[in-house]
């Protein structure tokens, strides 16, 4: 398999790569976007007529006959702020909303999460712990709902404002990693009789929401959705040119653990300018193989790729850090998971009223839960604190989120929302108080059906009409300045970096962009 090209790509710059983003309609109060065939370089921006404002549905359909875009089915709606008709197509029809479908879950996240929270991702220690150093028992990695530990996306720069030129080596890909093992060795801990174990409870073990492609499982845009998350849930791989037609070619993985296996076959090999790498992993499985090849004229070849199982991979990190810290680590890896099992019917119970909402909506009050049950037939062994990383607020990683219309983020969003109201830390809540959220904000209950919080299922389905009336109402709300601040700017940074370059749209455009499939 190979990734499909991104239709949101952005040329290289000092930004993290935009990943490939799910859409279908119009990108919100702008045009469609290229199709995945299209190169990634930026298009020659339409010079439009300059005609009266009365005149829209004219300039509409003269840009819908083009041929090149005629047999698409387009939706369209054009309202005042006050939510006047001033143009629509097929406004009551739904869509594929794709990616677009951020706007919602992040809509919903400034309204019902404090955008000051952090999360907290803890080592602890379960058993007896000597005055010696020694514990008797298990050292757990606890996720606590942070998308961005250990990130490389975080925190977001527009390109605008690159970074600093610094002569000092880049941050290692596992720096959260080494702070926690720094943090468990200065506590004086010297050895663990037991395992390191990945837990990831916080959240419902639901790693794919339903109707994720098959296909978008091996990229990193298509990584698992975990409590415990660890480099965005992927790994960055780079395939590089040797001696010219050479039968090898250099892998090299960031972060650099032992985690997927081969085999790994590529050559380099000067035919015709481009690469041709082929990579192939089944669900589940860690055998990863890696084959073609690379020319020199082309450069190296990069590719994400997701993270089987974050909470083991987090694990490993552990443990290996602790190792290079001198902690004698005698068990193995494990994970510990949290699976309610439960086979009630899905989308009716995202649909169910949540009570007293209209009374809790703006309040950021705090759940009383603090992580899911794990049963188990032993006694729960004492429990020590040994190190903790706070994450950056939600606030800013809906920034990001928006920006670079990173999935994982936005369906761990979903997840803390349903955490920070509810006992049952679950997709399937996280979607009730969003669709609760949207009726609040005054959407028709017929106009929406989420199965995700990114976009990325295919059972997902919008209206234009809904679109239109969250940007309505959330030009009204306290939160609006942050949540139009996360949208990406024409010409200017994120999925439209590239697009929209010349005046008048340049820095006038905020929209949320995506692509899935052939919907647009």
Request: aromatic share 8%; charged share 20%.
């Amino acid at each position: 398999a190979q990734p499909p090209p991104a239709g949101d790509a952005t040329p290289p710059s000092t930004q993290p790569p935009v990943q490939p983003d799910s859409q279908a309609a119009p990108g919100v109060l702008g045009p469609s976007e290229p199709s995945p065939s299209e190169p990634s370089s930026p298009a020659p921006t339409p010079s439009l007529p300059d005609l009266p404002p009365a005149s829209l549905p004219a300039q509409i359909a003269a840009l819908l006959d083009d041929p090149a875009v005629s047999r698409a089915h387009w939706g369209i709606m054009v309202t005042s702020l006050d939510g006047a008709l001033i143009y629509g197509l097929n406004q009551t029809q739904l869509f594929q909303p794709a990616s677009n479908t951020k706007l919602f879950t992040t809509a919903a996240a400034l309204a019902l999460l404090d955008p000051d929270v952090h999360f907290v991702t803890k080592v602890i220690a379960e058993g007896t712990l000597t005055r010696k150093g020694e514990l008797h028992g298990d050292l757990v990695l606890q996720g606590g709902g942070d998308a961005n530990f250990a990130s490389q996306l975080f925190p977001y720069v527009p390109p605008s404002k690159p970074p600093a030129q610094s002569s000092a080596a880049p941050p290692a890909p596992l720096a959260a990693i080494d702070e926690l093992a720094d943090q468990v060795v200065a506590k004086g801990l010297k050895s663990v009789d037991g395992d390191v174990i990945g837990d990831d409870t916080y959240f419902a073990l639901d790693p794919y929401p339903q109707d994720w492609a098959q296909d978008d499982l091996l990229w990193g845009y298509g990584a698992p959705i975990s409590a415990l998350t660890i480099h965005d849930n992927q790994i960055d791989v780079t395939v590089t040119p040797t001696a010219q037609d050479s039968l090898t070619a250099g892998i090299r993985f960031n972060p650099d653990l032992p985690y997927y296996t081969g085999p790994w076959s590529v050559r380099t090999w000067d035919v015709g300018d481009g690469n041709s790498v082929l990579f192939e992993r089944a669900p589940g499985s860690k055998d990863l193989s890696i084959t073609g090849r690379v020319a020199t004229k082309a450069g190296p070849e990069r590719e994400e790729l997701a993270i089987d199982n974050p909470a083991e991979y987090a694990a490993i990190a552990l443990k290996t850090a602790l190792i290079a810290r001198g902690v004698q680590v005698k068990g193995g890896v494990r994970t510990r998971h949290w699976d309610p099992k439960n086979s009630a019917p899905f989308l009716p119970a995202t649909r169910q009223p949540v009570p007293f909402f209209n009374r809790i909506v703006g309040q950021h009050m705090e759940s009383e839960c603090v992580a899911q049950p794990v049963l188990s037939a032993t006694p729960t062994p004492q429990a020590t604190t040994l190190a903790t990383h706070t994450s950056p607020p939600v606030a800013q990683d809906i920034v990001l989120t928006n920006k670079l219309s990173q999935n994982l983020h936005a369906e761990i969003l979903l997840r803390n929302i349903a955490a920070a109201h509810d006992c049952e830390h679950t997709l399937r809540r996280g979607l009730q108080w969003e669709h609760e959220f949207l009726l609040y904000a005054g959407l028709d209950p017929n106009d929406f059906v989420f199965f995700d919080g990114s976009g990325l299922s295919n059972h997902d389905l919008v209206t234009p009409r809904a679109t239109a009336k969250l940007l309505q109402f959330a030009a009204t709300q306290p939160w609006f300045a942050d949540w139009k601040a996360s949208l990406p700017v024409a010409g200017e940074d994120g999925t439209l970096e590239s697009r929209f370059p010349n005046p008048p749209l340049k820095d006038h455009l905020f929209a949320k962009t995506g692509t899935l499939g052939e919907a647009r």
